[in-house]
């Protein structure tokens, strides 16, 4: 327990109403997102929830991976009841130092405001932004 908080990786530890609530309302990422896709995202990452003494979650970060290849870090916040702790700081730090990713080549992730925060964990801008492509959902989800 660091600082009277520490993470957990069970999902059924993750408090689904205070993660829903966070991204569908107070994310710029995933506004409007609905409790099914939030479920389905949990069900399908490896998920960290960081809790207080008293078991209440305050944080939360997810991550994609295949263990070899990619790691994609998604859904990072911190309540704001509880921002300038370190609690993402020893968030992130846990998640980049998971033994299980040494494999991994890179880990990803999109911010629009906080390459600074990230930067200290050893992410940087995408040095060849011409090799990487996306294929974007369309509006008919085709």
């Known amino acids: 327990m660091e600082g009277g908080f520490y993470i957990a990786t069970e999902r059924e530890k993750m408090d689904i109403p205070f993660i829903h609530n966070y991204l569908s309302k107070n994310s710029y990422w995933a506004k409007g997102r609905t409790v099914e896709l939030v479920l389905t995202s949990i069900e399908n990452s490896l998920c960290f929830g960081v809790f ?16 070899v290849v990619f790691a994609w870090l998604m859904d990072v916040f911190v309540h704001s009841e509880y921002e300038g702790q370190g609690i993402g ?10 033994p299980e990713l040494r494999n991994v080549n890179g880990i990803g992730l999109r911010t629009n405001d906080a390459h600074g925060f990230y ?3 050893g992410f940087e801008r995408i040095s060849e932004p011409q090799t ?10 085709e």
Request: glycine share 8%.
């Open 132 to 141: 990487w492509m996306l294929r974007k959902k369309t509006k008919g989800g």
């Open 52 to 67: 207080n003494k008293r078991n209440q979650q305050v944080a939360f970060a997810r991550l994609v991976t295949d263990y």
């Open 89 to 98: 700081k020893m968030l992130v730090g846990h998640i980049v130092q998971l």
């Open 119 to 121: 930067e200290k964990f």
